[in-house]
């Protein structure tokens, strides 16, 4: 095997030096993250996704496709003449409907199209916030220690305790159901992890030799904590992020299925799938369709994320 | 610290967390009148307003908040839950809970079951094969498992496995419900369908309710999986490269032997404890999966009580739940200490 290892940094720590080997590192991590085939898979998926997201009212024109089935296409017209008298609007997949229709009649790849930026705009947004909020308190426990420290490890404790759905159900029951209230009952429920994650980090990292260094040059300790300490403790939250951007969208689409729908014509995947449900077995493609498009979403960022991990994590890193 | 000074450490945590979390959930489900209503399920829509009044007055429902937790507290410690449900039926909800619990208890338990029996051989062949063509497979199917929405899952089953082998003439299994023989003969030892159905000598109970839990075991068990199969498969790398493993190999044994009866054991000690966590977030994570089969549990009863605002249903879930999953984690923490002695409080 000629595999690169490594980087050993034997020259004297200038600053040119220092970037040098932080690129080579970074190289190094680059050049795992693709060698593993799952990754790249991942990377593909994902990618495939945000662009169709970024895209969507492009491919999709939003002013059209909430149209339901026209009349030629009322009875599934397959190009054979239909039936008359069974006029059903959830039709199966034809030239003018690649995926069928949806239980509105309405055209269930666009429908798919439209819901994805939708669910991704959701999962990030959750993402995001619950990451700031961790990355705040967190770096303020392990960076004050003491009581403070104390108290938020223990009202961490206290979410870890409940039974996650559950407790989102009620913060989305007590809300009300709109997409910015389900939104709020999922963060509320999920940032206790990234508070767990940037402590630990932060435990590690302030005993380091180079805190010590700042302290006396005499950087003042926001300085220390926002510039130094935050940014070399985030990858593993990073991580958990993307790993979490599936998580999130299986959460909302699990709160639409438990019957907290903001809108049963709402085009978001779990409300298409859950939509497919009451004709499970009479139009199958919608629940398997809609439901196939969340598993490859989910799928795609935990592949990367799963990848991510083992590259960050050094007992791994061989 | 010794192992007890410990124990008592946590066991206090534990008082603190509980009562956090009852605090939590009486706010969430008495304080906001429009999302719960405390009162219902002891009046009936016959009654007159004045009547209504005085029944919620007399329970202190319009007492200040801070008041009516010291009222519920009281309630908790001498055994009075209330009443569950709407007016129609006002069962006590202690009474409710324990006959549901055992069910959520045996598909639970299957699912851990289903969970070991696949994930542990699964997390071994993974980082024995390391990066080839089975390790990939391997971590393809636990990453599908955590990323397929439960619900889904559940019901893809069901079309195909009860839908779709009635349609070809197979045998199908069962989509609804923990049992459908009558239980009119079969003494409740456990109140577990398959447990009592052996307890009771009556086969044919305890088959059909085992044909009953496959399906919803198996959807559980799939989205629990990648976490098992991961651990599995980092211990086991992490033990594979230990020098006992390189003499293990250097003393000429067999590979089987090596893996087997060297590495999976000290492998697996990790695994275990999960597993045992794994059963309690199970407890309270089959609210899905009960709601797809119609699984006659608590966690489905706890998805109704939410929509319907049943307060105390809600308050009793959330708060026993939180205590197995506490006690479970204190527990593995301890357990990790006595097999573990290198680990130190």
Not at chain 1, 9 to 13: G, I, M, R, S, W
Not at chain 1, 85 to 93: D, L, N, V, Y
Not at chain 2, 44 to 47: C, F, G, H, I, R
């Given at each position: 095997m000629t595999e690169k290892q490594p980087p050993v940094?034997?020259?004297?720590?200038t600053r040119s030096g220092q970037r040098a080997a932080y690129m080579d590192e970074v190289k190094y991590s680059l050049s795992l993250l693709t060698k593993n085939k799952l990754v790249l898979g991942g990377i593909i998926i994902s990618a495939f996704f945000i662009i169709i997201s970024i895209f969507s009212n492009v491919i999709v024109n939003p002013a059209s496709?909430?149209?339901?089935?026209n009349y030629h296409n009322a009875?599934?017209?397959?190009?054979n003449l239909p039936s008359w008298?069974?006029?059903?609007?959830?039709?199966?997949?034809s030239l003018n409907y690649p995926l069928g229709s949806d239980g509105f009649g309405r055209n269930l790849l666009n429908m798919i199209i439209l819901a994805i930026p939708l669910d991704l705009s959701i999962a990030l947004e959750i993402v995001a916030s619950a990451l700031a909020i961790g990355i705040i308190l967190g770096a303020v426990a392990a960076y004050a220690g003491g009581w403070v420290d104390e108290v938020i490890l223990r009202v961490t404790d206290i979410f870890f305790a409940f039974p996650f759905l559950v407790l989102a159900l009620v913060f989305a029951a007590v809300l009300g159901r709109t997409i910015p209230n389900l939104e709020l009952a999922i963060l509320l429920v999920w940032w206790p992890v990234y508070v767990r994650l940037i402590r630990g980090q932060m435990l590690s990292e302030k005993n380091k030799a180079y805190v010590e260094a700042l302290k006396a040059l005499g950087v003042s300790r926001w300085r220390t904590l926002f510039l130094h300490l935050i940014p070399n403790s985030i990858y593993p939250l990073l991580v958990q992020a993307t790993l979490d951007i599936g998580g999130v969208i299986l959460t909302f689409s699990a709160l639409v299925f438990l019957g907290f729908s903001p809108s049963a014509a709402l085009p978001e995947l779990g409300n298409l799938a859950v939509d497919g449900i009451g004709q499970i077995f009479t139009a199958p493609w919608l629940i398997v369709i809609a439901g196939l498009v969340i598993l490859f979403i989910s799928l795609g960022f935990n592949l990367v994320g799963d990848g991510l991990r083992d590259v960050l994590d050094p007992r791994l890193r061989r | 610290m010794r192992l007890y000074e410990y124990i008592v450490r946590r066991s206090v945590l534990l008082i603190f967390v509980l009562f956090g979390v009852s605090l939590i959930t009486f706010y969430l489900s008495r304080g906001i009148p429009s999302a719960f209503n405390p009162c219902a399920p002891y009046i009936?829509?016959?009654?007159t307003p004045s009547v209504i009044h005085g029944i919620c007055a007399a329970h202190g429902f319009y007492q200040p908040l801070y008041l009516q937790y010291f009222y519920w507290l009281h309630d908790i410690f001498t055994g009075s839950w209330g009443n569950t449900g709407t007016w129609a039926s006002g069962q006590p909800v202690i009474q409710v809970f324990s006959q549901r619990f055992p069910f959520t208890v045996e598909l639970a338990l299957s699912a851990v079951v289903v969970t070991v029996v696949v994930g542990v051989p699964l997390g071994i062949v993974s980082a024995v094969r390391n990066n080839r063509p089975v390790d990939h497979a391997a971590r393809i199917v636990a990453l599908t498992g955590i990323s397929t929405p439960v619900y889904w899952f559940g019901f893809i089953l069901q079309l195909i496995f009860f839908y779709y082998f009635l349609q070809w003439g197979l045998p199908n299994l069962p989509n609804?419900?923990?049992?459908?023989?009558?239980?009119?003969t079969i003494t409740t030892y456990s109140g577990m369908p398959i447990l009592d159905g052996l307890l009771n000598a009556n086969w044919g109970y305890a088959w059909d309710a085992f044909l009953h839990v496959i399906l919803p075991a198996i959807t559980l068990a799939f989205a629990s999986l990648g976490a098992l199969t991961r651990l599995v498969r980092a211990s086991m790398l992490e033990v594979l490269r230990q020098d006992y493993i390189t003499l293990a190999r250097s003393k000429g044994l067999s590979e089987r032997v090596v893996i087997f009866r060297h590495a999976l054991r000290n492998a697996l000690i990790p695994a275990l404890t999960v597993a045992g966590l794994l059963f309690a977030g199970l407890l309270g994570g089959a609210v899905i999966t009960e709601t797809v089969f119609n699984w006659p549990g608590v966690g489905i009863l706890s998805v109704t009580a939410v929509t319907q605002g049943d307060s105390n249903f809600v308050i009793l879930y959330t708060l026993i739940t939180a205590l197995i999953i506490v006690v479970a984690n204190l527990l593995v923490d301890v357990l990790y200490a006595v097999v573990d002695p290198r680990i130190r409080y």
């Open positions: 940094d034997k020259e004297p720590p496709a909430y149209n339901t089935i009875y599934c017209w397959n190009g008298g069974t006029q059903a609007t959830t039709c199966p997949a | 009936n829509p016959k009654m609804q419900g923990a049992v459908s023989i009558g239980s009119a």
